[in-house]
């Protein structure tokens, strides 16, 4: 996925779709096939074609849920996580949600003895998002919560940043504005510990102020995660995808 990291979008597209003709075409290869189409997933996920990928990581799923060896285990929680991203950015219905969460839900229970650290609290992550857009505030700030506690454990200051970039918004959404600078502060801590620039700084400045003020905005949690993944995530687009 070099390609995709590197946004050279259209060609990684068309190799990962190539992959998935070449792997369909081989009977009984269902683990390359799986992988390849959790791969083709990844880049439709990047390019914003989420009606085009949901599908991808269905199937990339229910070929990897069978066997569940230490790669299809990879597999499938890498499909899982990025259908529970396509779905929140591309079908806030109801119906999709629930989908979605009932998928992430089933792969932490499947996954449990075969994945820990990252994986597992980027699960729990989603999860709380998929509960959050369901309107169901103690389930999503409590997902939340434990992937960033769990994430402050494994001292991931990029995970920690962003992750409390979605669980300031959260409190936000439902009026707890204390709790939600709390966590502000808290991850400016952890920036000011990476010694970013001044510009991501700034940036995180305005957003704790917004948060204090009770006047956060959907464009300044946007702006400030753009600028967490463009400054302070480590090197290139890719960052932090850990196994």
Known sequence: MLRACQQRLDEADDLA???VTTFRKQEGNTGDLAEALARFGYVLNESKKFSEAIPCHGEAIALSRPKLSARCARIHHTAVHNLAHATLSSMPIHSALEGGLAQV????TLLRPRVDGVPRHKLGWVEGLLWWKLGMHPRAIRALEISRRGFVRLALPYEIVLV???LAAA???????????AVAEDAFEHVQALK???EAIAVLRIWIEAIQAGELSEEISTKTRQMVESRIGPGGCCRSRKK
């Not at 839900?105 to 932490?108: G, P, V």
């Not at 409190?171 to 600078?181: E, L, P, S, T, V």
């Open 17 to 19: 779709r190539s992959a």
């Open 105 to 108: 839900r089933e792969a932490r």
């Open 164 to 166: 409390s970039i979605d």
């Open 171 to 181: 409190h936000c959404y439902f009026r707890d504005f204390d709790a939600a600078a």
């Open 196 to 198: 970013s620039d001044r």
